[in-house]
């Protein structure tokens, strides 16, 4: 069964730090790129991040260039994103993506991040 599992969201002051994680089990996760997006309430959901399958390229967008970082772990199965100095405007859900191409692409269910004080 395939099955990406976000953890790590919860609430934060501005300024504060939170780390996501996502694990994958159910395929080779080593073989898919990794990304992360997020969906505020009535917005589109957004590209916040992407990884390559090895790890050694990353891109962002660019509100989140300097403060996020997407790393991952293939032995684990798992891919995270540091979020440092965090601003209300960064309050979303987060979900993560494994794609291998246009036919092999799975979601997590999300975790959601609140920046607020």
């Known amino acids: 069964q395939v099955q990406l599992v976000e953890s790590g969201g919860g609430l934060v002051q501005p300024g504060g730090s939170l780390r996501l994680s996502c694990t994958a089990s159910?395929?080779?996760?080593?073989?898919?790129?990794a990304s992360w997006y997020r969906q505020a309430p009535g917005k589109e959901r957004e590209l916040v991040a992407a990884v390559t399958s090895g790890g050694a390229y990353a891109r962002y967008v660019d509100s989140v260039k300097g403060r996020f970082t997407i790393s991952r772990d293939n032995a684990k199965n798992a891919v995270y994103l540091q979020m440092n100095s965090l601003k209300p405007e960064d309050t979303a859900t987060y979900y993560c993506?494994?794609?291998?191409?246009?036919?092999?692409?799975?979601w997590g269910q999300g975790t959601q991040v609140t920046v607020s004080s």
């Open positions: 159910g395929f080779t996760f080593s073989s898919y790129a």
């Open positions: 993506k494994a794609v291998r191409s246009a036919l092999q692409d799975y």
